[in-house]
């Protein structure tokens, strides 16, 4: 297990509360989130209890790219970077003083200190829990009512044979060149964590660009490397050891993707 569990629940930052250009440009009808109706449950759920995990192709039916759009352009992300002493969280006007170099200099720091500790460095923005959501124009709050639905609980339940009280901590991540996230299993006491979620909302990726999803295999002898997809959902048992690598300088977009834990 880690020194240090990922922690996500505290980092809490004002949400801005202005509709975002891209929920504007598509309208709010066209924006809407919704399941796909005809994913082989039965299957997913055997493919479960024999792996601890699945991967769900084009889970949403609709509003995926609405999402990609909205963590694409938004100006609320916050770079979440271990330091010495605990996380450097760097909202957009630190990173703008910080400039590239000032950052990379920070994530070598970060990358040369995670080679006997937990360590990481990507961007997030907060997902409400769904009793804070709000029912308005912002995806974010419309996905955690969704995760917060019978439907969806039902659906998830099914697929990992624990019934869903819920989803917590969830968070949007992007990940760009020197972002990273080492070995962890997300066993957090108190956290009553059955399952994770990523749903990845990346378009175009290669497998050299990094920012691969690894299960790591017994005494990590090897692992299992899932590159990030656009509207997939993996889900997984916890506890289980997993990081993503390190993202190349030559990718040339970030990866994105909504995650967090059910309970």
Same mark, same amino acid.
């Given at each position: 297990m880690a020194d240090v569990e990922p922690e996500f629940a505290t980092f809490r930052h004002p949400r801005s509360a202005v509709v975002p250009p891209a929920l504007t440009a598509c309208g709010l009808a066209g924006c809407t989130l919704a399941v796909a109706t005809d994913h082989p449950v039965d299957e997913l759920?055997?493919?479960?209890?024999?792996?601890?995990?699945?991967?769900?192709?084009?889970?949403?039916?609709?509003?995926?790219?609405?999402?990609?759009?909205?963590?694409?352009?938004?100006?609320?992300?916050?770079?979440?970077?271990?330091?010495?002493?605990? $996380?450097?969280?760097? =909202?957009?006007?630190?990173?703008?003083?910080?400039?590239?170099?000032?950052?990379?200099?920070?994530?070598?720091?970060?990358?040369?200190?995670?080679?006997?500790?937990?360590?990481?460095?990507?961007? *997030?923005?907060?997902?409400?829990?769904?009793?804070?959501?709000? *029912?308005?124009? =912002?995806?974010? =709050?419309?996905?955690?009512?969704?995760?917060?639905?019978?439907?969806?609980? *039902?659906?998830?339940?099914?697929?990992?044979? $624990?019934?869903?009280?819920?989803?917590?901590?969830?968070?949007?991540?992007?990940?760009?060149p020197g972002d990273f996230l080492t070995v962890h299993d997300d066993a957090v006491e108190g956290k009553d964590r059955t399952a994770a979620f990523v749903l990845g909302l990346t378009p175009g990726w290669r497998l050299d660009w990094g920012g691969l999803l690894l299960f790591h295999g017994e005494r990590d002898r090897d692992a299992l490397a899932l590159p990030p997809m656009f509207n997939t959902l993996d889900l997984f048992a916890v506890p289980r050891r997993h990081s993503v690598s390190l993202v190349s300088p030559a990718a040339p977009h970030r990866r994105y993707a909504l995650t967090g834990w059910l309970r």
């Amino acid at each position: 297990m880690a020194d240090v569990e990922p922690e996500f629940a505290t980092f809490r930052h004002p949400r801005s509360a202005v509709v975002p250009p891209a929920l504007t440009a598509c309208g709010l009808a066209g924006c809407t989130l919704a399941v796909a109706t005809d994913h082989p449950v039965d299957e997913l759920a055997r493919s479960f209890a024999e792996t601890g995990r699945v991967r769900i192709a084009n889970f949403l039916a609709e509003g995926a790219l609405a999402l990609h759009d909205q963590l694409q352009t938004s100006g609320e992300w916050i770079h979440l970077i271990t330091a010495e002493r605990g $996380v450097d969280e760097i =909202d957009p006007r630190a990173r703008v003083a910080l400039g590239r170099s000032g950052i990379a200099a920070r994530q070598a720091e970060a990358q040369q200190r995670s080679t006997d500790r937990f360590g990481y460095s990507y961007e *997030a923005i907060a997902i409400p829990a769904p009793e804070e959501a709000a *029912a308005s124009a =912002d995806l974010i =709050d419309r996905f955690a009512l969704l995760m917060a639905s019978a439907p969806m609980r *039902a659906l998830l339940g099914a697929i990992t044979g $624990v019934p869903v009280q819920g989803f917590t901590d969830g968070q949007a991540t992007a990940y760009g060149p020197g972002d990273f996230l080492t070995v962890h299993d997300d066993a957090v006491e108190g956290k009553d964590r059955t399952a994770a979620f990523v749903l990845g909302l990346t378009p175009g990726w290669r497998l050299d660009w990094g920012g691969l999803l690894l299960f790591h295999g017994e005494r990590d002898r090897d692992a299992l490397a899932l590159p990030p997809m656009f509207n997939t959902l993996d889900l997984f048992a916890v506890p289980r050891r997993h990081s993503v690598s390190l993202v190349s300088p030559a990718a040339p977009h970030r990866r994105y993707a909504l995650t967090g834990w059910l309970r």
